[in-house]
């Protein structure tokens, strides 16, 4: 049923999606493509945050034409200023949806508030296993092949107070190789985050649109 009483602009077609960078930016580089190519669904990347300048991200936003700032700990005198300064740029640009694709820093509970249930993180591997404080980067890949695990992979996940611990909502499995080494693991996976990733921020998009949000 339509509801009739409502402004065509309560209804936006797009979903304003920020997403939260800290170093190479890989996986920015995959969304923003996507975007590109039509394949973000109602997600719009608007604005791209980086804890850290001069990280090859800032060149994948600035390739793609996004507004990009860089804020980082060390500029603000506490913990909290820090982090009010990013809530502060994601209201100011009026985003929807929080996307984190290798952002270092922990959000503080009044971002998680904020954006309760549309903040999305990509870990890469299947969690519940190898995940939470600690365990980023090449540690999640060691810890994978010294506990001899036949596969691996990687998990799109709904962002909580703790660390990778939200609900999966999308996931893939890479076969760990016998000869693997963390790296060699990591670049497998990697390829399979810039499938899965995109994809299921499209698919996550749709589930926004229309939604109420301050
Ligand atoms: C990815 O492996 C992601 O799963 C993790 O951090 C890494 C970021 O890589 N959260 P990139 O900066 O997107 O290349």
Same mark, same amino acid.
């Given at each position: 049923m339509w509801n009739l009483d409502r402004k065509s602009s309560d209804l936006p077609e797009t979903v304003r999606t920020a997403v939260l960078v800290s170093g190479g930016g890989s996986n920015l580089d995959a969304i923003l493509s996507a975007q590109k190519a039509g394949h973000?669904? @109602?997600?719009?990347?608007t604005l791209v945050i980086s804890s850290r300048a001069g990280v090859k991200a800032l060149e994948h936003a600035a390739a793609y034409q996004i507004p990009a700032c860089v804020l980082e700990r060390a500029k603000f005198s506490s913990e909290k200023e820090f982090q009010q300064a990013v809530l502060s740029a994601l209201k100011a640009a009026r985003i929807q949806l929080v996307c984190l694709a290798g952002y270092l820093r922990l959000l503080s509970p009044d971002i998680i508030a904020a954006f309760r249930g549309r903040i999305l993180n990509i870990h890469p @591997?299947?969690?519940?296993?190898?995940?939470? @404080?600690?365990?980023?980067g090449h540690h999640v890949h060691a810890a994978v092949l010294k506990a001899e695990e036949p596969f691996s992979g990687c998990s799109v996940h709904v962002v909580d107070?703790?660390?990778?611990?939200?609900?999966?909502?999308a996931s893939a499995r890479v076969p760990v190789e016998k000869n693997d080494t963390p790296e060699t693991l990591a670049a497998r996976i990697l390829e399979q985050e810039h499938q899965l990733y995109p994809k299921t921020i499209a698919a996550f998009s749709a589930s926004l649109i229309g939604a109420p949000h301050d």
């Amino acid at each position: 049923m339509w509801n009739l009483d409502r402004k065509s602009s309560d209804l936006p077609e797009t979903v304003r999606t920020a997403v939260l960078v800290s170093g190479g930016g890989s996986n920015l580089d995959a969304i923003l493509s996507a975007q590109k190519a039509g394949h973000l669904g @109602s997600a719009q990347v608007t604005l791209v945050i980086s804890s850290r300048a001069g990280v090859k991200a800032l060149e994948h936003a600035a390739a793609y034409q996004i507004p990009a700032c860089v804020l980082e700990r060390a500029k603000f005198s506490s913990e909290k200023e820090f982090q009010q300064a990013v809530l502060s740029a994601l209201k100011a640009a009026r985003i929807q949806l929080v996307c984190l694709a290798g952002y270092l820093r922990l959000l503080s509970p009044d971002i998680i508030a904020a954006f309760r249930g549309r903040i999305l993180n990509i870990h890469p @591997s299947l969690l519940p296993k190898f995940g939470g @404080s600690g365990m980023y980067g090449h540690h999640v890949h060691a810890a994978v092949l010294k506990a001899e695990e036949p596969f691996s992979g990687c998990s799109v996940h709904v962002v909580d107070e703790e660390f990778d611990h939200g609900p999966v909502i999308a996931s893939a499995r890479v076969p760990v190789e016998k000869n693997d080494t963390p790296e060699t693991l990591a670049a497998r996976i990697l390829e399979q985050e810039h499938q899965l990733y995109p994809k299921t921020i499209a698919a996550f998009s749709a589930s926004l649109i229309g939604a109420p949000h301050d």
